[in-house]
């Protein structure tokens, strides 16, 4: 497990390139047959990436978290961004298709992660999860890619029309911290989160996927007035601090799975910038 401390504002004005990189861009999250997490300090959430090939993978406990197994302390939310695979929770199997979420409450013991096939058209399953400390239990629960509650946002004509679909939130499924959703850029449209905006409630961390080989995105992040870039490929996560703003725009259309934990589960508990306002 890797761990990334927290940061201020005050220390981005300072940072060359490959500082930011080091701070709040995660590459190698998915490496065949392992599982990988990074611990941030902001709001003490941890991502993980679990790339089951040739064989199923357990979900470890990390000396970092002082458990005696992932769960005993926490939560979290899964994304399936590759092909078809399950999710086997203390003995029971869901499916996840592609983009499809399940959340796993406080208590889970024993976690298994598998790839239908390691083949085929989409290959193997890629797992995603943001996990953050829990207070309580709630039950395990598996929403199906397209099946949350579905926001179409945006516009073409300022090439930002996306559909937003919310998996774990305050009315959906439920749980002590984590919001996550996945959003889908229509062919055309390249622009994210616009306008963009701050939550200084909580942490968010954005993973982008379907991002094509050849192409990129270009990820705004810090102080709305003090903003800088990360360039992200596919497949790769950026840990968003509640004083930053969090917006991007590719060279082609993709999705993000985004997800957050903090003071509040309100979806539109905002901190709006016009991007007129926007240094």
């Known amino acids: 497990m890797q761990q990334r401390y927290a940061t201020s504002p005050e220390q981005v004005p300072g940072m060359d390139t490959a500082e930011l990189r080091k701070r709040y861009l995660i590459q190698d999250l998915f490496v065949d047959d392992e599982v990988n997490a990074v611990y941030t300090h902001h709001d003490r959430i941890v ?77 193997p399953a890629r797992f995603y999860m943001l996990s953050a400390p829990a207070h309580t239990a709630y039950p395990t629960t598996l929403v199906e890619a397209g099946q949350g509650n579905v926001r179409e946002l945006g516009d073409p004509l300022t090439s930002n029309r996306r559909t937003l679909n919310q998996y774990i939130h305050e009315k959906g499924i439920q749980s002590c911290q984590v919001v996550m959703g996945v959003t889908q850029l229509h062919p055309g449209s390249m622009w994210n989160t616009m306008p963009a905006h701050t939550h200084d409630r909580r942490t968010e961390a954005y993973l982008y ?9 270009i990820h705004l992040m810090g102080e709305p007035a003090q903003t800088r870039h990360l360039v992200v490929g596919n497949q790769e996560a950026v840990i968003s601090p509640s004083w930053s703003v969090h917006s991007g725009v590719g060279s082609a259309s993709y999705s993000f799975v985004w997800a957050m934990a903090g003071e509040n589960q309100s979806f539109d508990d905002m901190d709006d910038f016009a991007i007129t306002a926007m240094r």
């Open 47 to 123: 991502l993980v990436g679990v790339s089951p090939v040739t064989k199923a993978l357990d979900l470890p406990t990390f000396p970092q978290i002082r458990s005696d197994f992932f769960f005993e302390h926490r939560e979290g939310g899964i994304v399936n961004v590759g092909g078809t695979g399950t999710v086997t929770v203390d003995g029971t199997e869901y499916k996840l298709t592609k983009g499809s979420c399940l959340y796993i409450g406080r208590g889970a013991c024993v976690v298994v992660l598998a790839s239908t096939q390691a083949a085929g058209q989409q290959g």
């Open 209 to 217: 996927f379907d991002v094509p080989p050849e192409a990129r995105i």
